[in-house]
């Protein structure tokens, strides 16, 4: 599980932004339907807190601090730099669309690493009112080697790792499919 | 001792705090990272230039010419760069790219340097009597290793080598 998205970090800016926004149709497609004049799409921010320096949900229209909020909404900013390119000319480089817009920079970054890589982003609005954040970290310790989740809220899990897996004597001869027969 | 992803990190989120956009600060970051990496002064002088801005006005240069003056006290090493970054395939057919008054140079320099690897060739940099050879986001070389790095620099002078053998044909035999 690794892939090499520092090579992809600098924006290719003497692309245009119509191909910026080909980009985004092709990719963001589900992304572009959000309405993000629904309060209960933009409900949550993400922030970092202040002991663990860990990621953590609040509602921005209950909590303070959502003026702190981390760059994790890609959907709402992708939605945001889409329409920003729907109201400039279609042969401007990503230069020049850059100079006036620096605060969409983060975005159209992500936009021209999903080109390369299609799965290097979560699809879905990660600050909507429905947001379960348990979905996402199941996926994020799936890759790790994680099995049996054993859910303690919609916001963490407790998990196994390596239950069933071949020991040091058994790894001559054992069972390549062991990680699916451990999982029920 | 500080990892670089630590510093890399942190940086981005002073600068996020000081007010540049997040993408501007995703820059900053990964320049300052290769600063530390290559052993030259870059959290040290980043922290003085964000404890100055909160009380000087810097000039934002967004498009750069072959001559650049600042009409304020010095140009914003941070968005300087970016701009020198974005706009790499105009600056690079330029002979020479001059530049009066910028702010902390080695922030600046931090930039240069992944031009250098973007644009395919090293740089050279003059500013004042300090010259440095920017050498594809590789490594730096400079007359000024042991000095510290000044915090202001006058006259700064900017130009891409186009890449050649330093042999001839006849040394390949």
Known sequence: MSADEDKYFNIPTNRTTNELKDIIRTRYSKILKINFDQKENYQNFWFISKNKEEPRLADRFEEHGSELEQPLAIARDIKKLYEKLLSVKDNLTIAQFLSVNSELRHVVRRAFIIEKFPYSEIQDNTISKNIVPIDMLRLKLSFFGALKFDPRSDKWLRICMFQGAPLPNELKNYDEQWVYKTIN | ?173
């Open chain 2, 1 to 173: 001792m500080r990892s670089l992803s630590e510093i890399e990190t942190a940086v981005k989120r002073a600068s996020r705090a000081v007010g540049f956009s997040w993408g501007n600060s995703e820059e900053v970051g990964k320049s300052i990272r290769q600063l530390e990496l290559f052993g030259l002064q870059g959290i040290k002088n980043l922290n003085k230039y964000y404890k100055d801005k909160a009380s000087k006005k810097f000039e934002e240069l967004n498009l750069i010419c072959e001559t650049n003056e600042a009409s304020l006290d010095a140009y914003c090493p941070v968005v300087l760069g970016i701009s020198f970054l974005d706009q790499i395939k105009s600056v690079e057919n330029f002979n020479t790219i001059k530049f009066k008054k910028i702010a902390y140079p080695v922030i600046f320099l931090s930039f240069l340097s992944r031009a250098s690897e973007i644009s395919g060739k090293k740089i050279h940099v003059r500013f004042d009597q300090n010259e440095i050879l920017l050498n594809l986001n590789v490594n730096i070389s400079s007359n000024f290793l042991k000095q510290n790095i000044p915090e202001f620099a006058n006259d700064i002078e900017i130009k891409f080598i186009n890449n050649e053998d330093n042999f001839n044909e006849s040394g390949m035999e």
